[in-house]
C-alpha cells in the first residue's frame, strides 16, 4: 500500500464505519468507535506537527487541556452556548500554540529541547489549572446533562459517535491537503535537514509556526468534544501527560508523517487497550503497560510505522512480480 | 555589473580567525574559483555570504543591495543561493522531491513543482534516478542533487561548495558541461574547488585563500605561475595544469 492508498483506505474506513451503529446495536461498540475516532483526530493534530514537520511535542496536553478548559468555563462561567464554545476551544489551541511556538521556534530550539519546553508547557498549565478558582481547581468542572443538538449534547450516544467520526475525517482531510501543498513539502524538508531547507529559501520558523497553529487548534477540538461527551473535566484528566502520549502513540505506531497513520494507529491502540483490559480483569493500567510493549516493538523492529510495513510489502510484491 | 561584493570580511570563532579582512567582486556572467589549502576558510566564506554565519566585522553586498546578517532563506529568495560540501540531501524523499523543495520558492503549485523537478534534474543529468530515494543515491548522484536543488530556486549567483569532490575524473569531466550550460543559461557562479585541472579549465578567474586571507586573485593562467601561491599552495610544476590540460590556454 502506497501513502495515496493508505489515505483512500483511511477515508473508505471512515464512511463505513458511519452507519456502524445503526446496524449493530451494541453500546460498547459504539464508545469503542468514538475512543478510536477522538484518539485517531489528536494524534493526527501531533501527526501534522511531529510526524511531517519533525518536531517531536511531548506536551500536546496544553492543547487539548486549554481546547477543553476554554469550553467548558465560557459555558458553566459565561452562559455562552456550546456551539461558540467549541469554536473558542479552537481559538484557544491555536493562542496557546502560538505561544509555545514562539517560546521555542523563535529561539530555534529543536529536538529534545522542543519536547521539554511542550512537556514543560503541559505541566504549567496542569498546575494552574489545580490552582486557580475559574477552572475549579483540583475539583474540577462537571457541565449539566441537557441533551440537544443546539447544545452539542446527545441524548443518544450515536450522536457523539457521528461528531467524533466527523472529527476524525475532517483531521484527515485537513492532513491530506497540508500534505499535497507546498506548506507540506517545506514541512517535510524541514524535518529532513533544517539548514538544507532554509538553503533552499524555505524560512523554518514560519513554517514550523503553522504546523503548530494548525496542530494546536486541531488538538483542542479533541479536548472540546472530551467535555461535551463527558461533560466532566479535572486537571490531570486535561493536561495530564497521559493525553500527550497518546497524542504521539497512535502515528507513531501508524506511520508518522503519513495521512493515515494516527487511524491506523488509534485502532490498534485502542483495540489492544480493550484486550488487555479484559485479559487483566479491569487492572487499572494494564492496557498502559501493553502501549509500552506496543511502541517498544515498533520502533525497534518498524521504524515507519504500519504504514512503513504496508509500503515494505507493497515494493516487495511490486520487486517480485 | 558586480552582482557579489564582500568588503573587509572577518570571520573568528572564538580565538580563531577563519576569515581577515577579505575584499572580492564577483560580476554577472562569470565562474569565479576559490582555491586553498584545508581549513583555509573557504566553507567559511559561503556560510558567511550565504547568510549562514554573521560575519565578525565586513558587509556583504548582493545585486546593489547591503545584504549584511539577512538569513538563508531571504538571500535565496534575492537569487543568491549555496550547496553543502558535506551534502545534506532530505534522505526520506525522492530525487524529485528534493528538487521540488527548491522549485517551490517560486512556484506555489505542488504538481507544476514537480514537473519543473524533471527540468531541472535533467540538466544536472540526474533524470533517470527521479523517483528513488535521495538516500540511494551515490555520491556522485547526491553531488548532483545538490546541484539540482540550488537551481531549482532559480538563482542569479550559485555558491558551489566542493561539488567535483568526491568524484572520479569521468565523473568530473562528466559535470564539466553541466557547470558550463548552467553559466551559459545566466547563472553567475562562484566555486570552491580542489579538483585543480576542472578549476583551470572552468573558470575565468582564480582567487587563493589561505590561512583566511587572499594570497591572490587573476586568471587560471596567471594562479598557477604565481610564486606565492605554487609555494604556499599549488607545488612546483603546477603551470603543467593550464598549459597541458585548458583549451582555454592552450588557444591563447
Ligand atoms: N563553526 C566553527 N567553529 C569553530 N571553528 C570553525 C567552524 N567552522 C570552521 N572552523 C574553522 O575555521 C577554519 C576554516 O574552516 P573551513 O571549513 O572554512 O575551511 P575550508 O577552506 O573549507 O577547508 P576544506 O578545504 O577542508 O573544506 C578551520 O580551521 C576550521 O576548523
Ligand atoms: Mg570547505
Same mark, same amino acid.
Given at each position: 500500500?502506497?501513502?495515496?492508498?493508505?489515505?483512500?483506505?483511511?477515508?473508505?474506513?471512515?464512511?463505513?464505519?458511519?452507519?456502524?451503529?445503526?446496524?449493530?446495536?451494541?453500546?460498547?461498540?459504539?464508545?469503542?468507535?468514538?475512543?478510536?475516532? #477522538?484518539?485517531?483526530?489528536?494524534?493526527?493534530?501531533?501527526?501534522?506537527?511531529?510526524?511531517?514537520?519533525?518536531?517531536?511535542?511531548?506536551?500536546?496536553?496544553?492543547?487539548?487541556?486549554?481546547?477543553?478548559?476554554?469550553?467548558?468555563?465560557?459555558?458553566?462561567?459565561?452562559?455562552?452556548?456550546?456551539?461558540?464554545?467549541?469554536?473558542?476551544?479552537?481559538?484557544?489551541?491555536?493562542?496557546?500554540?502560538?505561544?509555545?511556538?514562539?517560546?521555542?521556534?523563535?529561539? @530555534?530550539?529543536?529536538?529534545?529541547?522542543?519536547?521539554?519546553?511542550?512537556?514543560?508547557?503541559?505541566?504549567?498549565?496542569?498546575?494552574?489549572?489545580?490552582?486557580?478558582?475559574?477552572?475549579?481547581?483540583?475539583?474540577?468542572?462537571?457541565?449539566?446533562?441537557?441533551?440537544?443538538?443546539?447544545?452539542?449534547?446527545?441524548?443518544?450516544?450515536?450522536? =457523539?459517535?457521528?461528531?467524533?467520526?466527523?472529527?476524525?475525517?475532517?483531521?484527515?482531510?485537513?492532513?491530506?491537503?497540508?500534505?499535497?501543498?507546498?506548506? !507540506?513539502?517545506?514541512?517535510?524538508?524541514?524535518?529532513?535537514?533544517?539548514?538544507?531547507?532554509?538553503?533552499?529559501?524555505?524560512?523554518?520558523?514560519?513554517?514550523?509556526?503553522?504546523?503548530?497553529?494548525?496542530?494546536?487548534?486541531?488538538?483542542?477540538?479533541?479536548?472540546?468534544? =472530551?467535555? #461535551? =461527551?463527558?461533560?466532566?473535566?479535572?486537571?490531570?484528566?486535561?493536561?495530564?501527560? #497521559?493525553?500527550?502520549?497518546?497524542?504521539?502513540?497512535?502515528?507513531?505506531?501508524?506511520?508518522?508523517?503519513?495521512?493515515?497513520?494516527?487511524?491506523?494507529?488509534?485502532?490498534?491502540? #485502542?483495540?489492544? @487497550?480493550?484486550?488487555?483490559?479484559?485479559?487483566?480483569?479491569?487492572?487499572? !493500567?494494564?492496557?498502559?503497560?501493553?502501549?509500552?510493549?506496543?511502541?517498544?516493538?515498533?520502533?525497534?523492529?518498524?521504524?515507519?510505522?504500519?504504514?512503513?510495513?504496508?509500503?515494505?510489502?507493497?515494493?516487495?510484491?511490486?520487486? !517480485?512480480? | 555589473?558586480?552582482?557579489?561584493?564582500?568588503?573587509?570580511?572577518?570571520?573568528?570563532?572564538?580565538?580563531?580567525?577563519?576569515?581577515? $579582512?577579505?575584499?572580492?567582486?564577483?560580476?554577472?556572467?562569470?565562474?569565479?574559483?576559490?582555491?586553498? *589549502?584545508?581549513?583555509?576558510?573557504?566553507?567559511?566564506? &559561503?556560510?558567511?555570504?550565504?547568510? &549562514?554565519?554573521?560575519?565578525?566585522?565586513?558587509?556583504?553586498? &548582493?545585486?546593489?543591495?547591503?545584504?549584511?546578517?539577512?538569513?538563508?532563506?531571504?538571500?535565496?529568495?534575492?537569487?543568491?543561493?549555496?550547496?553543502?560540501?558535506?551534502?545534506?540531501? &532530505?534522505?526520506?524523499?525522492?530525487?524529485?522531491?528534493?528538487?521540488?523543495?527548491?522549485?517551490?520558492?517560486?512556484?506555489?503549485? *505542488?504538481?507544476?513543482?514537480?514537473?519543473?523537478?524533471?527540468?531541472?534534474?535533467?540538466?544536472?543529468?540526474?533524470?533517470?534516478?527521479?523517483?528513488? *530515494?535521495?538516500?540511494?543515491?551515490?555520491?556522485?548522484?547526491?553531488?548532483?542533487?545538490?546541484?539540482?536543488?540550488?537551481?531549482?530556486?532559480?538563482?542569479?549567483?550559485?555558491?558551489?561548495?566542493? %561539488?567535483?569532490?568526491?568524484?572520479?575524473?569521468?565523473?568530473?569531466?562528466?559535470?564539466?558541461?553541466?557547470?558550463?550550460?548552467?553559466?551559459?543559461?545566466?547563472?553567475?557562479?562562484?566555486? %570552491?574547488?580542489?579538483?585543480?585541472?576542472?578549476?583551470?579549465?572552468?573558470? $575565468?578567474? %582564480?582567487?587563493?585563500?589561505?590561512?583566511?586571507?587572499?594570497?591572490?586573485?587573476?586568471?587560471?593562467?596567471?594562479?598557477?605561475?604565481?610564486?606565492?601561491?605554487?609555494?604556499?599552495?599549488?607545488?612546483?610544476?603546477?603551470?603543467?595544469?593550464?598549459?597541458?590540460?585548458? *583549451?582555454?590556454?592552450?588557444?591563447?
Amino acid at each position: 500500500m502506497n501513502p495515496a492508498q493508505g489515505e483512500r483506505a483511511a477515508l473508505v474506513f471512515l464512511v463505513l464505519a458511519a452507519p456502524l451503529p445503526w446496524l449493530v446495536d451494541s453500546g460498547t461498540l459504539v464508545h469503542f468507535g468514538i475512543m478510536v475516532f #477522538q484518539a485517531a483526530t489528536l494524534g493526527q493534530a501531533w501527526n501534522i506537527l511531529g510526524g511531517m514537520g519533525g518536531q517531536f511535542s511531548f506536551g500536546h496536553a496544553a492543547f487539548f487541556g486549554a481546547g477543553a478548559y476554554t469550553t467548558a468555563i465560557l459555558q458553566l462561567r459565561f452562559g455562552v452556548d456550546a456551539w461558540s464554545g467549541f469554536f473558542a476551544a479552537i481559538l484557544a489551541g491555536a493562542v496557546v500554540a502560538l505561544v509555545i511556538g514562539l517560546a521555542s521556534f523563535r529561539f @530555534g530550539l529543536r529536538g529534545s529541547y522542543f519536547a521539554l519546553v511542550t512537556l514543560a508547557f503541559a505541566e504549567v498549565l496542569r498546575i494552574l489549572a489545580n490552582t486557580l478558582e475559574i477552572t475549579g481547581a483540583g475539583v474540577g468542572l462537571l457541565l449539566p446533562l441537557a441533551p440537544g443538538l443546539e447544545r452539542l449534547q446527545f441524548a443518544d450516544r450515536r450522536g =457523539y459517535y457521528l461528531l467524533a467520526l466527523f472529527l476524525c475525517a475532517a483531521s484527515l482531510l485537513v492532513a491530506r491537503a497540508v500534505a499535497g501543498s507546498r506548506l !507540506g513539502a517545506r514541512l517535510v524538508a524541514v524535518r529532513e535537514n533544517e539548514e538544507a531547507a532554509s538553503a533552499l529559501g524555505v524560512d523554518p520558523f514560519a513554517v514550523k509556526m503553522r504546523a503548530i497553529l494548525l496542530s494546536g487548534a486541531m488538538a483542542a477540538s479533541v479536548g472540546a468534544f =472530551y467535555v #461535551q =461527551y463527558f461533560l466532566y473535566l479535572d486537571p490531570h484528566i486535561a493536561f495530564g501527560p #497521559q493525553v500527550s502520549v497518546e497524542a504521539l502513540l497512535g502515528p507513531i505506531v501508524g506511520g508518522p508523517g503519513t495521512v493515515a497513520g494516527p487511524l491506523a494507529g488509534a485502532f490498534l491502540l #485502542q483495540l489492544l @487497550g480493550e484486550a488487555s483490559r479484559a485479559l487483566a480483569g479491569g487492572a487499572t !493500567g494494564a492496557n498502559l503497560v501493553v502501549y509500552g510493549i506496543v511502541l517498544i516493538l515498533i520502533v525497534r523492529f518498524l521504524p515507519g510505522g504500519l504504514a512503513g510495513l504496508a509500503r515494505a510489502r507493497a515494493e516487495r510484491a511490486g520487486a !517480485g512480480s | 555589473m558586480t552582482l557579489l561584493g564582500v568588503e573587509h570580511l572577518c570571520v573568528r570563532f572564538g580565538g580563531l580567525t577563519a576569515l581577515e $579582512d577579505v575584499c572580492l567582486a564577483v560580476d554577472e556572467g562569470e565562474i569565479v574559483a576559490v582555491i586553498g *589549502p584545508n581549513g583555509a576558510g573557504k566553507t567559511t566564506l &559561503f556560510a558567511a555570504i550565504s547568510g &549562514f554565519s554573521r560575519p565578525t566585522a565586513g558587509r556583504i553586498r &548582493f545585486a546593489g543591495r547591503d545584504v549584511t546578517g539577512l538569513p538563508p532563506h531571504r538571500l535565496c529568495a534575492m537569487g543568491l543561493v549555496r550547496t553543502f560540501q558535506v551534502t545534506r540531501p &532530505f534522505a526520506d524523499l525522492t530525487v524529485r522531491e528534493n528538487i521540488a523543495v527548491g522549485v517551490h520558492l517560486r512556484h506555489r503549485s *505542488p504538481r507544476r513543482a514537480r514537473a519543473l523537478a524533471e527540468g531541472v534534474a535533467e540538466r544536472v543529468r540526474l533524470a533517470d534516478r527521479l523517483d528513488q *530515494p535521495a538516500a540511494a543515491l551515490t555520491v556522485a548522484g547526491r553531488k548532483r542533487l545538490e546541484l539540482a536543488r540550488a537551481l531549482a530556486t532559480e538563482p542569479r549567483l550559485l555558491l558551489l561548495d566542493e %561539488v567535483l569532490a568526491g568524484l572520479n575524473p569521468a565523473e568530473v569531466a562528466e559535470m564539466e558541461p553541466v557547470v558550463r550550460d548552467i553559466r551559459a543559461s545566466g547563472v553567475t557562479i562562484l566555486l %570552491v574547488e580542489h579538483v585543480l585541472q576542472a578549476v583551470m579549465r572552468l573558470s $575565468d578567474r %582564480v582567487l587563493v585563500l589561505v590561512g583566511g586571507r587572499l594570497a591572490a586573485t587573476g586568471t587560471p593562467a596567471e594562479i598557477v605561475r604565481d610564486p606565492a601561491v605554487i609555494e604556499a599552495y599549488l607545488g612546483e610544476g603546477a603551470d603543467r595544469l593550464v598549459t597541458a590540460e585548458s *583549451p582555454r590556454a592552450r588557444g591563447a
